[in-house]
């Protein structure tokens, strides 16, 4: 079968750095993504891995070991709108791009 | 540019009734998804279509149908709901091969069946 695991909840305080965790089982690994979701909203791309190391985009950075079916999601100065919930998911085909995600990291950020 | 467009954005059925979910994209991709969220469980796959003329399960099929109507449209029913199927239903699309491009999810529609 096909899983993914990650925490559930993560909390940190403003202007720290906090990693979530995500490890994978599937069928096939075509990459990992990363998405936000803000309470009540769309979930919204963040960024993916297909090869092994890490991927910035700004304070965010992504990494994945292919080899330890691993990666984490990597959030740097954290401010109050980062709260919120993170998921990771995993591509298991190459042709159709569906994902397939984990349940989900909520984080809190505190003053 | 809209993006991906859901109607409606909340919807109250009873047991038995049936409804479509309609949703619609602007970026000219090939791929649509249609995923059911509920509290503690993540984003679980209902079905999809990778291109046009084409339709696939994903994780979580049973109670739905779903329609390719053109490239733009993707929509999903249910015949006959059931209070199980109470969920925050998302729309989302992306280019063919998925992953580095990511989805781009509609706003959801959030159903009740009672």
């Known amino acids: 079968g096909q899983s993914l695991e990650q925490p559930s909840e993560v909390t940190a305080v403003e202007g720290a750095i906090v990693q979530i965790n995500c490890t994978y089982q599937t069928s096939g690994f075509y990459g990992l993504s990363w998405y936000q979701q803000h309470d009540g909203g769309a979930p919204t791309f963040l960024s993916y891995?297909?090869?092994?190391g890490l991927e910035e985009t700004g304070r965010f950075s992504s990494f994945l070991s292919r080899s330890d079916s691993y990666g984490y999601l990597l959030l740097q100065e954290l401010q109050m709108k980062d709260s919120a919930s993170y998921f990771c998911?995993?591509?298991?085909?190459?042709?159709?791009?569906?994902?397939?995600f984990g349940q989900g990291t909520t984080l809190q950020v505190k003053p | 540019n809209a993006g991906v467009t859901q109607t409606p954005k909340f919807q109250v059925l009873k047991t038995g009734q049936s409804m479509t979910l309609q949703c619609a994209q602007d970026m000219n991709h090939n791929s649509m998804y249609w995923y059911r969220q509920d509290p503690g469980m993540g984003l679980r796959l209902i079905y999809y279509?990778?291109?046009?003329?084409?339709?696939d399960k994903g994780e979580v099929p049973n109670g739905y149908n779903v329609s390719r109507l053109n490239k733009r449209e993707f929509s999903l029913r249910l015949e006959s709901a059931a209070p199980s199927q109470t969920s925050v239903y998302f729309c989302a699309s992306s280019e063919a091969q998925g992953g580095g491009y990511g989805y781009t999810f509609g706003s959801g529609t959030r159903l009740t069946v009672v």
């Open positions: 891995n297909a090869l092994d």
């Open positions: 279509s990778a291109s046009e003329g084409t339709t």
């Open positions: 998911a995993v591509r298991d085909s190459g042709n159709t791009g569906k994902l397939i």
